[in-house]
Protein backbone atom coordinates (compact mmCIF):
# COMPACT_ATOMS: atom_id res chain seq x y z
CA UNK A 1 0.00 0.00 0.00
CA UNK A 2 1.17 3.63 -0.84
CA UNK A 3 2.03 6.01 1.68
CA UNK A 4 -0.10 8.39 0.28
CA UNK A 5 -3.48 7.41 -2.04
CA UNK A 6 -4.72 9.45 -5.04
CA UNK A 7 -7.18 8.96 -7.55
CA UNK A 8 -5.84 9.50 -11.20
CA UNK A 9 -9.35 10.24 -12.63
CA UNK A 10 -9.94 12.17 -15.19
CA UNK A 11 -12.15 14.18 -13.56
CA UNK A 12 -14.39 15.77 -15.94
CA UNK A 13 -16.42 18.84 -15.01
CA UNK A 14 -18.29 21.77 -16.60
CA UNK A 15 -17.29 25.20 -15.96
CA UNK A 16 -18.44 27.16 -13.18
CA UNK A 17 -18.51 23.96 -10.89
CA UNK A 18 -17.46 23.02 -7.54
CA UNK A 19 -14.29 20.31 -7.86
CA UNK A 20 -13.45 18.14 -4.72
CA UNK A 21 -10.00 16.51 -5.20
CA UNK A 22 -8.97 14.25 -2.28
CA UNK A 23 -5.69 12.55 -1.16
CA UNK A 24 -6.02 9.70 1.91
CA UNK A 25 -2.26 8.79 3.40
CA UNK A 26 -1.09 6.51 6.30
CA UNK A 27 1.58 8.00 8.34
CA UNK A 28 0.20 9.71 11.21
CA UNK A 29 3.63 11.66 11.68
CA UNK A 30 2.52 13.74 8.42
CA UNK A 31 2.25 17.51 9.48
CA UNK A 32 3.25 19.87 6.36
CA UNK A 33 0.38 19.16 3.52
CA UNK A 34 0.71 20.69 0.01
CA UNK A 35 -1.10 20.49 -3.16
CA UNK A 36 0.76 21.58 -5.90
CA UNK A 37 -0.77 21.94 -9.36
CA UNK A 38 0.96 20.79 -13.06
CA UNK A 39 -0.07 21.99 -16.37
CA UNK A 40 1.02 20.15 -19.04
CA UNK A 41 4.97 19.66 -19.74
CA UNK A 42 5.47 22.26 -17.21
CA UNK A 43 7.01 21.77 -13.42
CA UNK A 44 4.91 21.96 -10.36
CA UNK A 45 3.35 24.83 -9.09
CA UNK A 46 2.55 25.18 -5.39
CA UNK A 47 -1.02 26.13 -4.81
CA UNK A 48 -1.69 26.05 -1.02
CA UNK A 49 0.28 24.58 1.87
CA UNK A 50 -0.90 23.94 5.54
CA UNK A 51 0.10 22.88 8.55
CA UNK A 52 -1.28 20.51 10.94
CA UNK A 53 -5.27 20.70 10.71
CA UNK A 54 -7.53 22.73 9.66
CA UNK A 55 -8.92 24.92 6.45
CA UNK A 56 -7.12 27.23 4.65
CA UNK A 57 -8.60 29.91 1.67
CA UNK A 58 -6.67 31.33 -0.99
CA UNK A 59 -9.62 32.82 -3.44
CA UNK A 60 -11.65 30.10 -5.11
CA UNK A 61 -9.28 27.70 -3.61
CA UNK A 62 -9.62 25.92 -0.16
CA UNK A 63 -7.35 23.27 1.79
CA UNK A 64 -8.72 20.85 3.86
CA UNK A 65 -7.04 18.39 6.32
CA UNK A 66 -8.52 16.21 8.65
CA UNK A 67 -5.56 14.37 10.40
CA UNK A 68 -7.92 11.47 12.89
CA UNK A 69 -9.05 10.53 9.06
CA UNK A 70 -5.66 11.03 7.35
CA UNK A 71 -7.76 12.70 4.38
CA UNK A 72 -6.95 16.46 3.04
CA UNK A 73 -8.81 17.84 0.48
CA UNK A 74 -8.79 20.70 -2.14
CA UNK A 75 -12.20 22.28 -3.07
CA UNK A 76 -12.11 24.68 -6.65
CA UNK A 77 -15.37 27.04 -6.64
CA UNK A 78 -16.39 28.12 -10.29
CA UNK A 79 -14.26 26.20 -12.33
CA UNK A 80 -12.50 27.48 -15.12
CA UNK A 81 -11.24 26.05 -17.80
CA UNK A 82 -7.40 27.21 -17.10
CA UNK A 83 -7.95 25.13 -14.17
CA UNK A 84 -7.60 22.08 -16.12
CA UNK A 85 -4.16 20.53 -14.79
CA UNK A 86 -3.26 17.49 -12.97
CA UNK A 87 -3.02 18.14 -9.16
CA UNK A 88 -0.67 16.66 -7.10
CA UNK A 89 -1.07 16.21 -3.49
CA UNK A 90 2.42 16.14 -0.95
CA UNK A 91 3.04 15.77 2.66
CA UNK A 92 5.85 15.44 5.06
CA UNK A 93 6.57 14.57 8.69
CA UNK A 94 7.53 17.14 11.50
CA UNK A 95 10.83 16.06 11.66
CA UNK A 96 11.97 16.22 8.34
CA UNK A 97 10.13 19.36 7.27
CA UNK A 98 9.71 19.62 3.44
CA UNK A 99 13.12 17.63 2.95
CA UNK A 100 11.33 14.41 2.20
CA UNK A 101 8.25 15.16 0.69
CA UNK A 102 5.57 12.25 -0.32
CA UNK A 103 3.76 12.73 -2.90
CA UNK A 104 0.50 11.16 -4.53
CA UNK A 105 0.39 9.90 -8.05
CA UNK A 106 -2.01 12.95 -9.29
CA UNK A 107 -5.41 13.78 -10.06
CA UNK A 108 -6.21 15.03 -13.58
CA UNK A 109 -9.00 17.76 -13.70
CA UNK A 110 -10.78 18.48 -17.25
CA UNK A 111 -12.79 21.91 -17.31
CA UNK A 112 -15.12 22.04 -20.64
CA UNK A 113 -16.61 25.32 -21.08
CA UNK B 1 9.39 35.00 -8.12
CA UNK B 2 11.55 31.73 -7.36
CA UNK B 3 12.80 31.06 -10.65
CA UNK B 4 14.11 27.26 -11.03
CA UNK B 5 16.17 27.06 -14.34
CA UNK B 6 16.98 23.78 -15.92
CA UNK B 7 18.61 23.82 -18.65
CA UNK B 8 17.21 21.16 -21.02
CA UNK B 9 13.80 20.64 -21.57
CA UNK B 10 13.82 17.38 -24.06
CA UNK B 11 17.39 15.05 -24.17
CA UNK B 12 18.06 11.79 -26.13
CA UNK B 13 21.06 9.81 -25.00
CA UNK B 14 22.77 6.58 -26.15
CA UNK B 15 22.48 3.22 -23.35
CA UNK B 16 25.77 3.49 -21.28
CA UNK B 17 26.71 7.44 -22.09
CA UNK B 18 27.69 9.74 -19.04
CA UNK B 19 24.45 12.70 -18.63
CA UNK B 20 24.60 15.62 -16.91
CA UNK B 21 21.42 17.16 -16.16
CA UNK B 22 22.01 20.85 -14.70
CA UNK B 23 19.73 23.53 -12.58
CA UNK B 24 20.35 26.69 -11.85
CA UNK B 25 18.38 29.16 -8.74
CA UNK B 26 18.01 32.85 -8.72
CA UNK B 27 16.74 33.28 -5.04
CA UNK B 28 19.77 32.22 -2.77
CA UNK B 29 17.61 28.88 -1.57
CA UNK B 30 19.56 26.72 0.88
CA UNK B 31 17.92 23.63 -0.37
CA UNK B 32 18.20 21.90 -3.78
CA UNK B 33 16.30 18.55 -5.00
CA UNK B 34 16.35 15.87 -7.79
CA UNK B 35 13.30 14.00 -8.52
CA UNK B 36 12.30 12.08 -11.12
CA UNK B 37 8.67 11.76 -12.55
CA UNK B 38 6.93 8.84 -13.63
CA UNK B 39 3.16 7.74 -14.78
CA UNK B 40 2.01 5.70 -12.04
CA UNK B 41 4.47 6.07 -9.50
CA UNK B 42 4.69 9.82 -8.94
CA UNK B 43 7.79 12.12 -7.44
CA UNK B 44 10.47 10.24 -6.37
CA UNK B 45 13.52 11.81 -4.63
CA UNK B 46 16.48 10.90 -5.97
CA UNK B 47 18.87 13.63 -4.45
CA UNK B 48 19.07 16.45 -2.34
CA UNK B 49 21.45 18.77 -0.73
CA UNK B 50 21.06 21.64 1.95
CA UNK B 51 24.32 23.03 1.29
CA UNK B 52 27.71 23.87 -0.89
CA UNK B 53 29.17 20.64 -1.15
CA UNK B 54 26.44 18.45 0.94
CA UNK B 55 24.30 16.38 -0.57
CA UNK B 56 22.13 13.20 1.23
CA UNK B 57 20.67 10.28 -0.49
CA UNK B 58 16.37 10.14 -1.42
CA UNK B 59 14.92 7.19 -2.09
CA UNK B 60 16.04 5.97 -5.20
CA UNK B 61 19.68 7.17 -5.16
CA UNK B 62 21.39 4.00 -7.38
CA UNK B 63 22.42 5.22 -10.82
CA UNK B 64 22.53 8.63 -10.07
CA UNK B 65 24.94 11.51 -8.19
CA UNK B 66 24.94 15.05 -7.81
CA UNK B 67 27.18 17.82 -7.58
CA UNK B 68 26.64 21.20 -6.03
CA UNK B 69 29.80 23.06 -5.91
CA UNK B 70 27.57 26.59 -6.14
CA UNK B 71 24.86 27.64 -4.05
CA UNK B 72 22.74 28.24 -6.99
CA UNK B 73 23.40 25.38 -8.80
CA UNK B 74 23.01 21.34 -8.52
CA UNK B 75 23.61 19.13 -11.34
CA UNK B 76 22.69 15.53 -11.55
CA UNK B 77 24.56 13.02 -13.20
CA UNK B 78 24.06 9.90 -14.82
CA UNK B 79 27.15 7.77 -15.01
CA UNK B 80 25.68 5.35 -17.75
CA UNK B 81 22.73 5.87 -18.98
CA UNK B 82 20.11 2.95 -18.93
CA UNK B 83 16.95 2.62 -20.69
CA UNK B 84 15.25 2.55 -16.99
CA UNK B 85 16.41 6.08 -16.42
CA UNK B 86 14.15 7.28 -19.33
CA UNK B 87 11.44 9.52 -17.36
CA UNK B 88 10.82 13.45 -17.03
CA UNK B 89 13.20 14.45 -14.01
CA UNK B 90 12.11 17.65 -11.79
CA UNK B 91 14.88 19.89 -9.81
CA UNK B 92 13.25 22.36 -7.53
CA UNK B 93 14.80 24.45 -4.66
CA UNK B 94 13.61 25.71 -1.20
CA UNK B 95 14.55 27.54 2.23
CA UNK B 96 14.47 25.91 5.51
CA UNK B 97 11.34 25.14 6.20
CA UNK B 98 9.66 26.43 3.01
CA UNK B 99 7.91 24.61 0.50
CA UNK B 100 9.57 23.25 -2.78
CA UNK B 101 9.84 25.10 -6.14
CA UNK B 102 9.94 23.63 -9.05
CA UNK B 103 11.39 23.71 -12.67
CA UNK B 104 10.00 22.52 -15.27
CA UNK B 105 11.69 19.72 -15.84
CA UNK B 106 14.10 18.03 -18.06
CA UNK B 107 12.67 14.73 -20.41
CA UNK B 108 15.22 12.65 -21.16
CA UNK B 109 15.23 9.31 -23.06
CA UNK B 110 17.53 6.67 -23.29
CA UNK B 111 17.74 4.86 -25.95
Known amino acids: QKEVEQDPGPLSVPEGAIVSLNCTYS??????FMWYRQYSRKGPELLMY????GNKEDGRFTAQVDKSSKYISLFIRDSQPSDSATYLC?????????????FGTGTRLLVSP | DVKVTQSSRYLVKRTGEKVFLECVQD?????MFWYRQDPGLGLRLIYF???????EKGDIPEGYSVSREKKERFSLILESASTNQTSMYLC??????????FGNGTRLTVT
Open chain 1, 27 to 32: NSAFQY
Open chain 2, 92 to 101: ASSLNNSPLH
Open chain 2, 49 to 55: SYDVKMK
Open chain 1, 90 to 102: AMSGGDTGFQKLV
Open chain 1, 50 to 53: TYSS
Open chain 2, 27 to 31: MDHEN
